[in-house]
């Protein structure tokens, strides 16, 4: 695993799925991983898990894991949220942004005029909006350090078609925030990509894949805790910057950098994945 000791991350919405596994990649890794999300109680079900829970997990791995609640639909917290990272610890190296509002009805049971048109602004103020909010928000402490890193977890239904249309407009939209923000921070040392997982085994899709309501298998799928350690492999690079506005596909990262899944395993492309 690279070295990322004495770094500050903040993982938004690391409860549960991709943002706890990018927060456990990068605690292997020896980073300090601020844990953001509202859950404070499990509540079972497709959706367990606490951020105390992920944070204790990242301290366990080896790093050093730190909860703290947000409502990121809330912009007054996501600013107080920064603030007091800053103020704790002097500085910010890594922002991952993951916080999404997933639908209680999932995405995938009918086209988009089946849905409330309230499921595009559900998808796109925490997801899309949220992204932006915390980016903008982290930016001027990156600028004035002189060096930082924002991710931007999406999917590769920015690309291709996955799910429902308000999902993957709101992917392409984080993809084209990016690689525009790399623009915009390339003069002041800070970097800005975004992340593409596979097919993920998240509790959530393995809950709904038992009762037979995804339309694709997951015995071929990414742990969570892959992303993270493409994110932590990616961050350690001292020439990340080459790739800065780019889409890093997770599946590629394990390749370039020679790291496997947690089970040993390389993953496969994302068709590989999807195969029964």
Known sequence: MPDLKGQIAVVTGASRGVGKGIALGLGEAGATVIITGRSMTDAGGDRPGTIQASAEEVTAIGGKG???????????????????????????????NNAFSAPDRPIFEGAFW?????????????????????????????????????????????????????????????DRMAKDMA??????????????????QTEYLKAVSERGEVPFALTNGESP?????????????????KKSGEVLIVADV???YGFTDIDGRQPGTILEQMAP
């Open 66 to 96: 730190i909860a703290m609640r947000c409502d990121h639909s809330v912009d007054e917290e996501v600013v107080e949220l920064f603030k007091k990272v800053e103020s704790d610890h002097g500085r910010i190296d890594i922002l991952v």
């Open 183 to 200: 623009v915009e921070l390339q003069p002041h040392g800070v970097t800005a990509v975004s992340l593409w997982p596979g097919v993920v």
């Open 254 to 256: 394990a390749k370039q």
């Open 114 to 174: 089946d849905y409330p048109v309230e499921l595009w602004d559900q998808l796109m103020h925490v997801g899309c909006r949220g992204h932006y909010v915390c980016s903008h928000t982290v930016a001027p402490i990156m600028v004035k350090q002189g060096r930082g890193l924002i991710v931007n977890v999406s999917s590769f239904a920015g690309m291709s078609y996955v799910f429902n249309v308000a999902y993957g407009v709101g992917k392409a939209a984080v």
């Open 225 to 241: 805790q892959l992303s993270g350690r493409a994110v932590a492999h990616y961050a350690a690079d001292p020439e990340r910057e």
